[in-house]
DNA sequence: TCAGTCGTAACCATAGTTGTTACAGCTACT
DNA sequence: AGTAGCTGTAACAACTATGGTTACGACTGA
């Protein structure tokens, strides 16, 4: 499986944003973030441009530019930020159709969808556990 | 997220060599299950010497030659099978080491290791808790 | 010996992710 | 007005994973 940080970069720029609010600035620029990402301004940028169609962050133009939180941290959890950058399931049928006059070829694609369909709840479960108020508050107990 | 069929493919090898030794036959050579997975053979036997490898299958060579399971159907989860083939995590950490200067880019790596740690627990509990016997039932069963 | 199949290498095509450069558009500030 | 600074997005390259295909040596029952 190819092992993405999408979700992990996503919830690295929210918590960033958050934190920087917090310490009293309006809006934080895609370049500061991808300073502590240690990535391309573009790649926030890219990635901010998603999280903002699903409503999670807002964006300012023009001088004294950047971003900001649309809600709350914690008001936010991992689950929204994987809905909004993560565009698939984690897996997919059979590519091809299978040969429809084989008993399993023909039955195996419904059994396995509702097996992932479960799996997919179980993930989301989880990832609806975790707010970024959780992440930010873990991330300040470590240090 | 890069949707794979790594698993739905290799459950449907197994459970079909499950169904054809039920039937009485000592191996499934690649090329029949190739036919019923609708691709190539050489695709089927690369997967297959992964389950191999596992220890979920065996395989005898010469004439009369095919794979044979190495143990039954109900006694193969899917959890078993997802160990075989899938490489990585769902979910990764950054590519590139972020700024330890910053206290998010310092704090957020374990975080969010823990919380992916939860998920792949979640994850691997759901695919442990189907076997490829029940696969076989529900394929059966819907025919 | 030979036919049939495994085991595996090699190569190509496709797709997703990430990094990078470039540039048009917007707006607070001077 | 003009400008500086940042967003928004296109374009392209590099890398990786997956899947399809051809090819061929290795093995073994008949």
Same sequence: chains 1, 2.
């Avoid at 979700?7 to 809006?27: D, F, N, S």
């Avoid at 999280?51 to 001088?63: E, F, H, I, P, T």
């Avoid at 299978?98 to 989880?126: K, N, S, W």
Wanted: charged share 20%.
């Amino acid at each position: 499986m190819s092992a993405n940080s999408r979700l992990t970069v996503a919830a690295h720029a929210l918590t960033w944003i958050g934190l920087y609010q917090r310490r009293g600035h309006e809006v934080a620029t895609s370049e500061q973030i991808a300073t502590s990402v240690n990535t391309n301004p573009v790649v926030i940028r890219r990635l901010l441009a998603e999280l903002s169609k699903a409503g999670l962050v807002d964006s300012r133009r023009g001088a004294g530019a950047g971003w900001m939180l649309a809600r709350g941290l914690a008001a936010i959890t991992l689950l929204d930020v994987y809905r909004a950058v993560e565009p698939g399931p984690v897996f997919a049928l059979h590519r091809a159709t299978p040969d429809p006059e084989c008993v399993v070829g023909h039955g195996i694609g419904p059994v396995m969808a509702a097996v992932y369909d479960d799996v997919e709840t179980a993930l989301r479960r989880e990832l609806a556990g975790t707010t970024l108020e959780d992440v930010l508050r873990d991330v300040l107990k470590a240090a």
